[in-house]
């Protein structure tokens, strides 16, 4: 027998079994030990932004500023005027070595209502750890005049409450997810032993690449969503990598091959391993031509744990494999069956000795028997679940969006309801060989006059400068929320109109508008813009990797087909749920009428890595079988159903994991958890179960069609006769 690179790499590994191992724990523990020495770096805000926003962060970071971070407290009461409980807020507060330059900004409700707005010392990118003794002090002040509102916010306080929320929040899904994904894989093994290496494997695979993102992040700098991707994605092929190992590797045992039972699997389902890996790491690499830098971050994030999970897989894995034997069932699980089901049965379908469940078997038997109905029936239900998608309307969450059961985050809505547009302005840099010339002020001075007559935008309009007089930064507050129509309609003014009116006719000076709604806008646009080149460039790449492997111009078209489907079907239920603010009540969200501005293009990424995983899987063994002289149609239904266990229990635990992060309070996080978990629901369901084997079914021999022109391609067989 001639190997293929899996095998040998897998032979090598149960013969060294010991070196391999300690190779595999030396790299964990290198990278995780380096990673926590050299620390994260993560993106600026320069860095992170997006066109002309990028453009004034530039200017502001280059300019010297050190603005400091500005809090308020608001006080309200709903019978009487609040100046003697403001003067107590007041003279509080400066008693704190935290806070400067205490100042009452505004009153509302006839004096039943204040804003006292101050500065924090220090280091304004700091800010989120000075906050907390403030946070406190304004606390013990609620506590001494119940019957009045005394409640602070600004970007320190939220930021530092909404981090400790979703850090706590995050904490309790990634603890919970490993419980949950080894009672799946137990239940899919019937062993102890055999459903503890996936997790371990899992786990160690994500350390590692932890530590290596850290390392990276010196070069590329991250961000602070790459840990929660690392984590999602890291458990979901570590653990379908070596699912689809270790089963094949029983399989073959249970056929009596013995000590060439792991050779096989790694010729097999090891391969299948590597060219899955292969095309998740393209999908993965698509966010890298997103334009953004966030999405450059999440996506080297990404093919670090993916490649760290492929070899693992390819070297560790069969190491483990080798070693334990047949002692991998040890640990078998001892379950309470029905009686008119055998329990023997159970048992020998857990531990892998029958061949497909009676579940799949039901569900096949129709599907091969009637494959133009089935496929249409199902093609039908999947055109109509991804409907709603032509409607999506991406935006990205700001403060309204975060949860109200964080004080700072209450406090700032109802704030914002009697201060509208306090805490979201504009921000306009101007940059000049001297701010302080007369020209410049002059504009500037007409800049505000007119920002102010378009009723969209209100007072008070600020202007900082920076020590070398050479940038200015002016603030100008804005009617809306921050991401609404009324605050686009007050950019696109300021951007397309009042800005070219007045200092953009000076000669040598820049200028560029940054803010919350800015960043917003032009994320959204760079997105739109780099989304066909990230299609175009993972579907591409797919499918030239999917026609080398099986020598077909039909499997990667019809791979890439149903994957499409199933990415669409989750837009349209993102939509349906999210956008049009169904199941609000279920899931624990509000609707702020549009699906995350980044989701859609990570969603396509992720989701279509994660379904070639499954398709390459599926097409794989039923390549195997032809390749073996079985008929197409016959090695459709037996490669199918040997395999659906499979893929149904690695389904299994992507749905469960992925509906933790769903259950989360964080509106993006929530959106992510409930895409992920409904694409991999479906596609592990509809179009695995059904439209896939009857699209097969019906193609027939033409699955395997390659022109002639293309028959230099090299065959990259599971194994060949030597």
Known sequence: MRLNVTARAARWSAAHWKTATLLWLAFVVAAVALGAMAGKKNLTDAESSNGETARAETM?????????????????SRTGSVAGETRTVMRRLRQLSQVAHVHRSATAQHGRAALVEFDLTGDPDNADTQVQPVLKAVAALQKQAPRLTVAE???????????????????????????????????????????????????????????????SSHVWHTADPAASVIVLIGMAVGVDYSLF???????????????????????????AVLVSGGTVLIAMAGMLFAGSSVFTALG??????????VIGSLTVLPALLGKLGDRIERGVLAVAVPRWRSRRTIIQRLKGERDSSRLWDAVLRPVLRHPWLASGIALWALVVLALPAFTMHTKLPGAADLPKSIPSVAAFDRANTVFPGTQVPLELVVKAPNVDAPAVVRQVANLRREALATGLMVGPVTTSVNPAHTVAQISLPVHGNGEDTTSNQALSALRNAIVPRTVGRL???????TGDTAGDADFNTAVKHHAPYVFAFVLGL??????????SVVVPLTAIALN???????????????????????????????????????????????????????????????????????????????????????????????????SLSSLDIKQMGTGLAVAVLLDATIIRGVLLPATMKILGRANWYLPRALGWLPELKAEAAA
């Open 60 to 76: 502001l970071a280059q300019a010297g500023f050190k603005t400091p971070s500005t809090e308020a407290v608001f006080v309200q």
């Open 300 to 309: 080297i994030a990404s093919m670090l744990v993916v490649a760290v999970a």
């Open 564 to 662: 499409l489907l199933s990415v669409g079907a989750a837009y349209g239920v993102l939509v349906w749920i999210f956008q049009d603010g169904h199941l609000q009540s279920e899931l624990g969200y509000h609707s702020n009428g549009g699906v995350v501005t980044w989701l859609p293009l990570f969603l396509f990424a992720i989701l279509f890595a994660l379904s070639m995983d499954y398709h390459v899987f599926i097409v794989s063994r039923i390549k195997e079988l032809v390749d073996g002289g079985m008929s197409t149609a016959d090695a459709v239904s037996t490669g199918i159903r040997t395999t659906a266990g499979t893929v149904t229990s690695a389904a299994a635990v992507m749905v469960a994991v992925f509906a933790l992060f769903a």
């Open 245 to 271: 190992y270790v089963k094949r590797e029983r399989e073959e045992r249970r056929r009596g091959h013995g000590e060439d039972a792991l050779i096989r699997a790694a010729s097999t389902s090891g391969m």
């Open 153 to 215: 916010y600004g970007e320190a306080s939220v930021d530092q409450q909404t981090s400790d929320k979703i850090g706590s929040d995050l904490g309790k899904a990634e603890k919970l997810s490993l419980p949950i994904t080894f009672v799946i894989l137990l239940l899919a093994f019937g062993a102890f032993v055999a459903a503890g290496i996936p997790v371990l494997l899992a786990i160690s695979a994500v350390l590692a690449s932890l530590g290596l993102d850290a390392l």
């Open 542 to 551: 797919a499918f030239l990797l999917l026609l080398a492997t099986f020598r």
């Open 507 to 513: 000669p040598n000076v820049e200028h560029a508008v």
